[in-house]
């Protein structure tokens, strides 16, 4: 079955970075788009970015754009968001996200990790 | 950049009503609109997709309607297991959420 593992969240302070991993397994992980969403405390979703099967292409909100970056390992199976100069509005659960067809980009957010908490605090 | 209103932003209702959430976009999306779920400290859940497909394995109480600009998400007969917030997602420019829809029962 699909799975996702997200991991690296913590508490870091304001300007520093930080990067996300997510760790698939029980899919051709190399065959699929992967997003980031993100959540902060309380309140809504925020889908964040995309990255297309093969890494060739990414999409970001313009709330992140140039700050943050998408990219991935399909030797590794794993999904990376590097998250730069971080804000404390930046707090908030991240989740990564597979689309459900292969190749394509649908934004059918289909399966979701559990998701990693990333505070930003002085 | 296309705005999305999602409507009411919350909802108390008994078992067994029916439940209408609705959602505006700022310009016409065709059908490019999904529906979410989610329980408090979980992951969202797909309901519906392209605004009127029922996700796999979903209750069929669940149902989406619309296109263009005006959507409509609807359960048939409210059970205890459907406390959650609801959400809208565009998919015609990017993706973008609609400020959700708490939904409790009275």
């Known amino acids: 079955q699909v799975q996702l593992v997200e991991s690296g969240g913590g508490v870091v302070q304001p300007g520093r970075s930080l990067r996300l991993s997510c760790a698939a397994s029980?899919?051709?992980?190399?065959?699929?788009?992967m997003h980031w969403v993100r959540q902060a405390p309380g309140k809504g979703l925020e889908w964040m970015g995309v990255?297309?099967?093969?890494?060739?292409?990414?999409y970001y909100a313009d709330s992140v754009k140039g700050r943050f970056t998408i990219s991935r390992d399909n030797s590794k199976n794993t999904l990376y968001l590097q998250m730069n100069s971080l804000r404390v509005e930046d707090t908030a659960v991240y989740y990564c996200?597979?689309?459900?067809?292969?190749?394509?980009?649908?934004?059918?957010?289909?399966?979701w990790g559990q998701g990693t908490l990333v505070t930003v605090s002085s | 950049d296309i705005q999305m209103t999602q409507s009411p932003s919350s909802l108390s209702a008994s078992v067994g009503d029916r439940v209408t959430i609705t959602c505006q976009a700022s310009?016409?999306?065709?059908?490019?609109l999904n529906w979410y779920q989610q329980k408090p400290g979980k992951a969202p859940k797909v309901l519906i997709y392209?605004?009127?497909n029922l996700e796999p394995g979903v209750p069929s109480r669940f149902s989406g309607s619309g296109s263009g600009t005006d959507f409509t998400f609807t359960i048939s007969s409210l059970q205890p297991e459907d406390i959650a917030t609801y959400y809208c997602?565009?998919?015609?420019?990017?993706?973008?959420f609609g400020q959700g829809t708490r939904l409790e029962i009275k």
């Open positions: 997602q565009q998919y015609d420019s990017l993706a973008l």
């Open positions: 990255i297309s099967y093969d890494g060739s292409n990414k």
């Open positions: 029980g899919f051709t992980f190399s065959s699929y788009a």
């Open positions: 996200v597979r689309d459900p067809r292969k190749i394509i980009i649908t934004f059918r957010l289909s399966y």
């Open positions: 392209d605004a009127s």
């Open positions: 310009q016409d999306i065709a059908n490019h």
